[in-house]
């Protein structure tokens, strides 16, 4: 079935419009018919079955959908946590991956962050389009796997800016090469609880210098390993997520 996100104030008691480019895609794309079923979620912690009426002119001039809300529903697809993923910018297309999976895996929100090893450089218009592109995958991700929000890709970010920005979380993670055994990590993970707010600092392809350990160290950050093995920086934490979700999953 498919599924679409509309702002929370597009949701009426009855009715529900789709506007913009996912009116084009559903008509053009998709041949959507009047008939047909489609899930929407409102980014509010619901969802609505509908089915299609048709399509109209809007009083703005442009097309639109009308769907019939057939029933509502809260959305029980979204973890009982706040997850912030800090990612180290990478090289080439590697931040495509880290948000698609990010957000299939439940994160809350993505914010990329040009720490001191980071070799890619984005400001400007360029880190603007960067975004957009980020935020579009972060769509069609929350779209496939079924998500109750679009989550937030956020602008890229100093590194004294997103330990600024972490300051508000309640727990911060960063898994690093010289962390203790698993067994720490173990304890770690599983003192975890739904509700807390949680941080996860990656490293770029270099990892993290010793300053910026030491940084996030003192901002209460404990450090954790995800094994014996060296991981990539896309998969490091698609890995952190991983075990998250696994604890927190209810």
């Known amino acids: 079935m498919q599924h679409f996100f509309v702002p929370h104030e597009q949701a009426g008691n009855s009715r529900i419009f789709i506007t913009g480019e996912d009116v084009y895609h559903m008509k053009h794309a998709l041949r959507?018919?009047?008939?047909?079923?489609?899930?929407?979620?409102?980014?509010?912690n619901l969802k609505y079955l509908c089915r299609l009426k048709g399509y109209e002119t809007g009083n703005d001039g442009a097309e639109r959908a009308v769907l019939e809300i057939v029933r509502q529903e809260e959305n029980d697809t979204e973890l009982p946590s706040r997850i912030y993923l800090f990612q180290g910018l990478p090289k080439q297309d590697k931040m495509d991956l880290i948000v698609q999976k990010s957000v299939e895996l439940g994160v809350y929100k993505v914010i990329p962050v040009a720490m001191r090893r980071s070799v890619v450089k984005l400001s400007g218009e360029k880190a603007d389009k960067k975004r957009r592109r980020w935020q579009e995958i972060a769509k069609g991700a929350a779209k496939?796997?079924?998500?109750?929000?679009?989550?937030?890709?956020?602008?890229v970010l100093f590194w004294e800016e997103a330990l600024k920005m972490a300051e508000n979380i309640d727990v911060l993670l960063f898994p690093y090469e010289l962390a203790e055994g698993i067994s720490n990590t173990r304890q770690v993970i599983?003192?975890?609880?739904?509700?807390?707010?949680?941080?996860?600092?990656?490293?770029?392809?270099?990892?993290?210098?010793?300053?910026?350990?030491?940084?996030?160290?003192?901002?209460?950050?404990?450090?954790?390993?995800?094994?014996?093995?060296?991981l990539r920086t896309e998969t490091a934490g698609i890995a952190t997520l991983s075990m998250l979700m696994f604890q927190l999953e209810e």
């Open 144 to 155: 496939q796997s079924g998500r109750g929000l679009v989550p937030e890709i956020e602008k």
């Open 32 to 44: 959507m018919k009047s008939g047909e079923e489609l899930m929407v979620s409102d980014g509010n």
């Open 190 to 230: 599983g003192g975890l609880r739904p509700g807390q707010s949680i941080g996860i600092f990656i490293g770029p392809e270099g990892g993290f210098e010793k300053t910026e350990a030491q940084e996030v160290q003192r901002a209460g950050a404990k450090a954790i390993t995800l094994g014996k093995r060296i």
